[in-house]
């Protein structure tokens, strides 16, 4: 019987609440900042406003995209993390990925950093629908997480530091590619790291 997202969004909200204050001072790696950039300076020159982060966490991110002009809203599905985003000025709403209640077409840019391996590939294709939903035509959406190469395969990562550990779902290139193009068009594709840290970035189109 293949996995759920109902069935490991519990112990997730669990993971994360508890690692919320840890998370609120820990830096951000160098890549992940140009990552941000990259996708900051894309959205400006497509005249997007108003962005949407799922999977926020403390809402360092949609601080940064907030302070360089951009209209942001936040959803997470930890308490705890959308408390930290709120003490930052951010509105934000706890959600989970199966259920982002927002109206069709409401936002101009998607932004999702290391959230959606948490979702399985049972549950992936509609997920992808979904975020495509909220965007206006020719939206744009990041998508980075981590797999390809050597991370495959979904369940409990077993050297996890949380508690209880989280679930993962590791895509290989081919695979998330596949996925996503029967929601979106590809814009750009690169991936950065290797083992264990390899990390696929893609920017993701709602056809006009």
Known sequence: MSVRYDDVV???????????????????????????????DRL????????????AGTGQDSAYFQENGLDVVAVDLSPAMVTLCREKGIEAHVMDFMRLDF???????????NCLLHVPDSDFPAVMDAICALLRPGGLFFLGVYGGGSLTGEGP?????HDPPRFFSFRSDEQLQQYTRKSFEIVDFHAVGTAEQRFQSLTLQRSA
Request: one cysteine or more; proline letters at 5%.
């Open 10 to 40: 519990g112990p997730l909200r669990t993971a994360y609440d508890g690692s919320a204050k840890r998370r609120e001072v820990s830096g951000k790696a160098p890549w992940k900042l140009a990552e941000c950039e990259a996708f900051l």
């Open 103 to 113: 109206a069709p077409g409401s936002f101009d840019a998607v932004y999702a950093l």
């Open 157 to 161: 990562f077993e050297e996890d530091d």
């Open 44 to 55: 400006k020159g497509h005249g997007c406003r108003r962005l949407l982060e799922i999977g």
